[in-house]
């Protein structure tokens, strides 16, 4: 890898270090790829992303020799997911039949990321640049293939040359506009707003969803603090801000009761983010020497907590793929970065149509009722069903698992 103050070449240029960037990154640079991986913001501390852990990506930190470095992780291992109603908690997501790995683990993913950044630090062909924001792809005239990434560091700009450029960015990805790669909005109901109230110790233990009418909340289990999504109608987060906070403390003690005695921690809006949610598919994941993963590639709805663990499986496959290739001298072939496409397209489809199917019939008719002050239920003939282990288990082989599952098989160099 040669490196100059405004110049850095190397073999792959990965733009993004969320999950699949810096798992894409560890696993080239594990086969003995050069790879530089940009990152824009200054470290992995944030709160907006997703945190769960599932069966088909602890699977593959086992394989990659990091299930116990993971383990020793803060983190809360949720077996079940459960539903609060007015009338009961019902499981609706067991995963306790699932092998090897029979839960999902509730990891802050900056601590995922910084150890999987540690990881792939032991190997000098692995460059990590944070603050590093890409802002634009380098082609030659004359020329369609991708060449490299222009970039902005604190030290002003630089450009990375690179033989394959892979966009990890993100659902705003950059690359993917400079590229004039156009992704298809599936359409979502819903936004979500993002806060965390204290937990207490005598507090349940699991990992709920608390639907009623005009507003579903979720509670993510971090131990020492319940991270949870109130999740809105699409366009209604303006309409939320201008109201009291103390409306947000009322809906939240309609749907848990237990969570009164600490409301107050939420003392004005200032404590609350608005994450827009996105459902949307590239048509094409590629062009000749860049390729796009992750929510680059398809913005995953929360629906399943799926995202990062498609975005990891994408990446897995993009290394099988393609590590043979980067390995060998020459260019990589475009019909390579097709072959990552083809393998990855149809659990993505399906995911997605089952998220989008949900969201049209479970979630936009909750959202969109009017609070009457009636507590929701179950239908009866869907508690009886909830009531046998293998129904239970189907949601959670289906998000914890997936429909195509991927195995490590780049090499260690
Ligand atoms: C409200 C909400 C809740 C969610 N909850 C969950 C959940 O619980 N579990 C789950 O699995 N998924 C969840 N998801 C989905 C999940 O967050 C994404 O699917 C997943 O993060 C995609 O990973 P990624 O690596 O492709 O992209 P990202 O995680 O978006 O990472 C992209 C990275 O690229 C960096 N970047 C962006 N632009 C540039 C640039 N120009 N130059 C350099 N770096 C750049 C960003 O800083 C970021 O680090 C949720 C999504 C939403 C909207």
Not at 90 to 115: C, E, H, M, S, T
Not at 272 to 281: F, G, P, Q, S, T
Request: proline share 6%; charged share 20%; with cysteine.
């Amino acid at each position: 890898m040669k490196l100059t103050q405004q110049t850095v070449s190397t073999r792959c240029c990965i733009v993004g270090g969320g999950p699949a960037g810096m798992m894409l990154g560890l696993q080239l640079a594990r086969a003995g790829v050069d790879v530089v991986v940009l990152e824009k913001h200054k470290d992995f501390l944030r709160d907006f992303r997703g945190d769960t852990v599932h069966p088909s990506t602890l699977e593959i930190l086992a394989e990659l020799g990091l299930k116990q470095r993971f383990d020793s992780l803060p983190q809360h291992r949720a077996d079940q997911i459960e539903v609060l109603l007015a009338d009961g908690v019902y499981a609706v997501g067991d995963f306790r039949g699932l092998k090897p790995f029979p839960y999902i683990a509730l990891v802050p993913q900056w601590d995922f990321l910084n150890l999987v950044a540690e990881q792939a630090q032991r190997y000098p062909n692995f460059v990590l640049r944070m603050c590093c924001e890409a802002t634009g792809i380098i082609r030659h005239e004359g020329d369609d293939r991708v060449r490299g990434v222009e970039a902005n560091t604190s030290d002003g700009p630089i450009q990375v040359l690179a033989d394959l450029v892979v966009g990890c960015d993100g659902r705003n990805s950059c690359l993917r506009d400079a590229a004039a790669l156009q992704p298809k909005d599936l359409g979502s109901p819903m936004d979500v707003l993002w806060f965390r109230l204290p937990r207490h110790a005598a507090d349940p233990d699991g990992t709920y969803g608390a639907p009623g009418k005009g507003g579903l909340l979720v509670m993510l289990n971090r131990n020492d603090y319940w991270q949870v999504a109130f999740v809105i109608a699409k366009g209604d987060a303006a309409m939320w801000r201008a109201r009291p906070i103390a409306d947000l403390h009322k809906r939240i003690v309609q749907r848990v009761g237990f969570l009164a005695d600490r409301v107050d921690a939420l003392t004005s809006w200032d404590d609350v983010k608005l994450l827009e949610v996105r459902v949307d598919r590239l048509p094409q994941w590629h062009r000749q020497g860049l390729l796009l993963i992750g929510d680059a590639a398809h913005a995953m709805s929360p629906i399943g907590g799926v995202g990062i663990n498609l975005a990891i499986q994408d990446s897995v496959a993009a290394a099988n793929i393609l590590a043979p290739a980067l390995l060998a001298p020459g260019l990589p072939d475009e019909a390579l970065l097709a072959k990552v496409q083809q393998r990855r397209l149809l659990s993505t489809q399906v995911i997605q149509g089952i998220q989008v199917f949900l969201q049209r019939r479970l979630i936009a008719p909750v959202l969109a009722a009017q609070d009457d002050g009636q507590p929701l239920a179950l239908p009866k003939a869907v508690k009886w069903l909830l009531r046998w282990r293998l129904v239970r288990s189907i949601p959670a082989y289906v998000f914890g698992v997936g429909f195509r599952r991927e195995h490590v098989k780049s090499g260690r160099h």
